[in-house]
Every structure is written in C-alpha cells, then in structure tokens.
C-alpha cells in the first residue's frame, strides 16, 4: 500500500466531512487507506461519518487522548509506505497529494513533506514552513521581533517570509496540518511525543528527523486550512496546552543551555501567555459590555455559486437561516471569475464566496482566493449533505432537523 491517511476529529463532524470529500478527490489514483480517529467526540460524529463514508477506517477512542497519541494508534495500524497527518479543518487539490508522493518517491533522503497552505481568506499560511525554534529564533518570536523583521535571515528565521512561495525548497519544520512522512524515516526517529497533547508534537518530530539525517522539504501545492475548528482557541485551557508544549520542546531540546540563554527564553513563553490570556478576557469582557464595531454587527454576505441541479437545496438553507445571500446559479468558470471580480470591488466590511462543491475543481477555487487575499472569505455548499459551511458556522437545510 502506498499510503495511510490519518485525521483525528474531535467535535468537528461536518468539517471532516468536507475534508474526507476533497481528500477522496486527491486520493482518486493512489492506493491508500484512510484513518479517522474519532476522540471520544460528543457531536455524534462516528454515526454521522461511519454512514456516509463506509470506505474510511473510523476508530472510536473512549478518551480525548489528544493528538499525538491518537495519531500514534493510528499509524501503528497503517500499512502505507508513507503516512500523512491531516487536520480535519483542511481541503486538498485534486492533485495536491499525487504531486507530493511523486516529489518524496523521486528523492529518498525526503523524511517529511509539507504544502502551501492557506487560510479561509486565500491569504498564505507562515506556517507552511517553519525553522527551528532555537533559543534564540524562540525569543526573536515571542518578543514580537519576528513581526516587526519577517524578512530578516536570522530575526524572521521562524517563519521564513523571505523565501518565494512559489519555489520548492528545504526546510526545518513541517506543519501537522499536512505532513507527509517516510515511514522508514518514523522507524528511523520514532512516532510523535505523546507528552505534547495538541500543539509542538510536529515541531519536535520535524527537528527528529532533521537531526537524524533527513530531509524536510516545502512543496508549492496549494491546499485550505481552516486554522483551529477543532479547537476552543478563546479558553485558558487553549493557552495553558499551547504554552505548555513550548515548554515541554524547550526543555527536551534545549535543557543544556547557558542559563543566562534558557532563563529570558522561559520567561518570555510565561510572559506570552500571560499577555494572550489578558487579552482574550479583555475581549470577553468588551464583547460583553456591547462594544463592538459596527461592521461586525451587519450580516455578512454571502455570495453563492451553485448549479442548476442545487439551486432548490441552496434556497432551502438560505432561507430556513435568514442568510443575507446572493444567489448566482452558473456553469462556466468564468461566470465566477466575472461575478466574483465584482463582488470583490464592492469592498464590503465582511463577506463569504460560497462555492458549490460539485462544480468546479478545488484547485481553481483556491487559486481564485489566493489571487486576492484578505478581500473575502471562503464557503461551501455541499448539496448532498444538505449545508453551507464556512469557518465559523455551519448552515443546515430545514429537511435536515426533520
């Protein structure tokens, strides 16, 4: 077998839905097995996803065992020659994962793959390729130097924004999102730390494989990250685990350091933490009082391009949720291009390009959204699954709560 997919859904049933459908696209030429490693989730997800995808391996954990260890099963059941850790926030091109295979297969030293990723609003992911977060590349990043330089060689070595996205090259650490591994180079180094519970399990097994000899490579194949749905990113206990797994990698990786190096270093990740939780509650706390900005109380509108053949379940779920939307029923891709050009001159303060899945490949979409950045965000209707689904929400049909 040539690869083993693996996704760990945790209360994101509807979002590893339409992953599973971009990734059935990707998958159309490769022999591959598919993992979904449900972690004790509470939304109903094993039945909703075990009837619609009898092709996948659906595993029921009876624990949130986080995702290291629940990718960890997973791969000890897997056969694949290689094995890709994907987030189920995400979607791939149809030929994103047949590109990647080809470029591992064509150079052996190649432990780890990732790809271009982008967020909801087209914009490009600095995640895509990291460097090692050294003592020194930690303090450049978390004392805000690292934004202030991106392009420097050695203060914006963290994200590495210097280098074209358009070009192929190596680097140190390959996000969890999509990262494609050797299997011979996971015996080499060893699964992922089960000591990281959701964040900093990629960035260790990327510098494993590194200091073992390997090779880590960004590749220029597009694909969309949602960034965090299966994640309650306004909660002490978010930052608690994010802060604590640079903890757990400074100390693993970096225990040896002159204290006069490791002591700024640690203050700087309890310094940063700090600072996050303050602001969240801040936020809380004004959201709660009613001050809010006048643009993030209008509706947003939603722009929707469907077929002829979904038109009728695309009217149903605007209107069974009071959606501000535009309808467009098209065929031809630049239908799209010319409605969505016109769209973007409006500059309106919030809006969502709705596409339906069944029409066009996702691989024009994502370059349609990477053209413009930041001007919009992005959506799907998915007709057989009856709902329109963005970052934030998800909009079922009236048929559907019947």
Known sequence: MKLSVVIVNYNVKYYVEQ???????????????????????RDGSVDYLASRFPWVKLVRLN?????????NKAIMMSHGEYVLLLNPDTLLSETLIPSVLSFMDAHSRVGASGVWMMDASGESAKESRRGVPTPMTSFYKLSGLCSCFPHHPRIGRYYMCGHSWDQAEQIEIVSGAFCMLRRKALEDVGLLDEDFFMYGEDIDLSYRIVKAGWENWYLPCKMLHYKGESTEKSSFRYVHVFYEAMLIFYRKHYRHFN????????????MKALHTLIGMQLHKMRKSLGFVSKSSRRDPL?????????????????????LNAELHVVSQWN?????????????LPQSYMVFDTTLFSYQKIFDLLNSHPRQSLVGWLDPDARLIITPKDVFTSESAHK
Do not use: W
Request: proline content about 1%.
């Open 19 to 41: 992953c599973l459908k971009s990734l059935q696209r990707s998958l159309a030429t490769v022999d591959a097995e598919v993992f979904v490693m449900d972690n004790h989730s």
């Open 63 to 71: 624990h949130n065992l986080g995702f290291a260890k629940a990718n």
């Open 259 to 270: 204290v006069l190096i490791s002591i700024p270093v640690q203050t700087a990740i309890y």
């Open 302 to 322: 939603y722009v929707v391009f469907a077929s002829a053949s979904s038109r009728s379940v695309c009217e149903d779920v605007i209107t069974f949720n009071g």
């Open 335 to 347: 239908e799209v291009q010319n409605i969505a050009s016109e769209v973007l001159q409006r500059h």
